[in-house]
């Protein structure tokens, strides 16, 4: 089956400080998601981002669906963003949205 | 408009006692996922569901664990005499019926989690 692959496992950044998060998959996929799951195990979705690339505030995100991988960009960290962020992935043709995660970016942003 | 809901929140049983898991997807859609989440792992999916019909459960242990989607009311996510390592956070997700607005991204509650004594 697919894999998918996140980098880094761990980060560690100061408050305000840029970062890039990357997912990579081993085949082709109709359906991408970001998500962040914060302290309280909420999961949060970030962008549906199958192709392309995308802005929301701080966060944007960019997709090369040709080349196999995501990127998701926090600028401006806060402490508000540590938890785990997820790169979830959907081989599938057939409709069923049977998402692939992968093991997570864990962040921990400093004040 | 609101989202995803999931309860109870937290659930706490005893080894052989049932843990029953409801989820009422988002106002439009019709069609729900549960996925489910071990300690530091990922989201795993476990089956997908239409009004009154399993569509896949591919992903579903084969013994004491059932789903279902009846035409009126929550989906229902059953573990029948659970053990210790079905401890984890299960995880609702929506999506809008084929067409238009159905454009592949799911829609997640906040999960149910669940501890096994």
């Known amino acids: 089956g697919i894999q998918v692959e996140q980098s880094p496992p761990d980060l560690i950044l100061q408050e305000g400080a840029n970062s890039t998060l990357r997912c990579n998959f081993s085949?082709?996929?109709?359906?991408l998601q970001w998500f962040h799951q914060n302290p309280w195990g909420q999961l949060i979705n970030l962008f549906y981002?199958?192709?392309g690339t995308k802005q929301n505030g701080r966060l944007s995100a960019t997709t090369v669906a040709t080349e196999r991988y995501s990127l998701l960009y926090i600028s401006s960290s806060q402490t508000t963003d540590s938890g785990v962020y997820f790169c979830?992935?959907?081989?599938?043709?057939?409709?069923?949205?049977?998402?692939?995660f992968g093991t997570g970016t864990r962040l921990k942003v400093l004040a | 408009n609101a989202g995803v809901m999931q309860n109870p929140r937290h659930l706490v049983r005893r080894r052989g006692q049932e843990a029953r898991l409801r989820c009422s997807p988002m106002?439009?859609?019709?069609?729900v996922y549960w996925y489910r989440q071990l300690p530091e792992e990922g989201l795993k999916f476990m089956v997908y569901?239409?009004?009154?019909?399993?569509?896949?459960e591919s992903g579903m242990p084969k013994e004491r664990f059932s789903a279902e989607f009846p035409k009126e009311g929550p989906s229902i996510l059953r573990i029948q005499q659970v053990v210790r390592g079905d401890s984890a956070a299960y995880f609702c997700?929506?999506?809008?019926?084929?067409?238009?607005?159905?454009?592949?991204?799911?829609?997640f509650g906040e999960g149910s989690r669940l501890t096994v004594l």
């Open positions: 106002k439009g859609h019709s069609h």
């Open positions: 981002i199958p192709s």
């Open positions: 979830a992935v959907d081989p599938s043709t057939s409709g069923t949205y049977k998402y692939i």
């Open positions: 997700a929506s999506s809008p019926p084929a067409g238009r607005e159905d454009t592949g991204e799911l829609f």
């Open positions: 569901l239409q009004k009154e019909n399993i569509i896949d």
């Open positions: 085949d082709s996929v109709n359906n």
